[in-house]
T-cell receptor
């Protein structure tokens, strides 16, 4: 069964540094999402992306965050100047069609640790 | 209270017993989904129930949805030690994004 893959599985970065998290969604999916989960807390929506544009973003997704689909397969989340509070698991998800009754498929996540 | 609240927060049972987890939400939804998360791992989709459905089964899983009470339940029958994980409900509010609850941590003792 096709799956969403994320790299790296664990990223350790110094505060203030830029970090790029990578995702390869399922190949025929059109809608892509980033979520994060701070340790011990619930999963929170960050941003949705369709047709090379952000569809929706949460309050968490401030100017330090950006997303990009640089080619036909990758979907990236960049944090420009990381803060301690950015430490979390970041999950990528994709779905074939949004606003439908299809489940989102999640990757295994990237654990981001900011020192 | 927040959209998507589960109870109990933690549940410990013996293998073979049934486990029931509940989820409540506040707004109108398109569908409600249940996900499972093993410690430190990704989210695995279990079951999706549409707003016009009342009950759905998948193997040992049974999900109910009561839109008048804005609540859902997940029942795992004949639990196994391998069912030990966190279980989350997530609501799709017609916008595509999912709103997750806090989750129920299930521990199944052999």
């Amino acid at each position: 069964e096709p799956e969403v893959t994320q790299t790296p599985s664990h990223q350790v970065t110094q505060m203030g540094q830029e970090v790029i998290l990578r995702c390869v969604p399922i190949s025929n999916h059109l809608y892509f999402y980033w979520y994060r989960q701070i340790l011990g807390q619930k999963v929170e929506f960050l941003v949705s992306f369709y047709n090379n544009e952000i569809s929706e973003k949460s309050e968490i997704f401030d100017d330090q965050f950006s997303v990009e689909r640089p080619d036909g397969s990758n979907f990236t989340l960049k944090i420009r100047s990381t803060k301690l509070e950015d430490s979390a698991m970041y999950f990528c998800a994709s779905v074939g069609v949004a606003h439908s009754n299809q489940p989102q498929h999640f990757g295994d996540g990237t654990r981001l640790s900011i020192l | 209270s927040q959209q998507g609240e589960e109870d109990p927060q933690a549940l410990s049972i013996q293998e073979g017993e049934n486990a029931t987890m509940n989820c409540s939400y506040k707004t109108s939804i398109n569908n409600l989904q249940w996900y499972r998360q093993n410690s430190g791992r990704g989210l695995v989709h279990l079951i999706l129930i549409r707003s016009n459905e009342r009950e759905k089964h998948s193997g040992r899983l049974r999900v109910t949805l009561d839109t008048s009470k804005k609540s859902s339940s997940l029942l795992i029958t004949a639990s196994r030690a391998a069912d030990t994980a966190s279980y989350f409900c997530a609501t799709d509010l017609w916008g595509g994004k999912l709103i997750f609850g806090q989750g129920t941590e299930l521990s199944v003792k052999p």
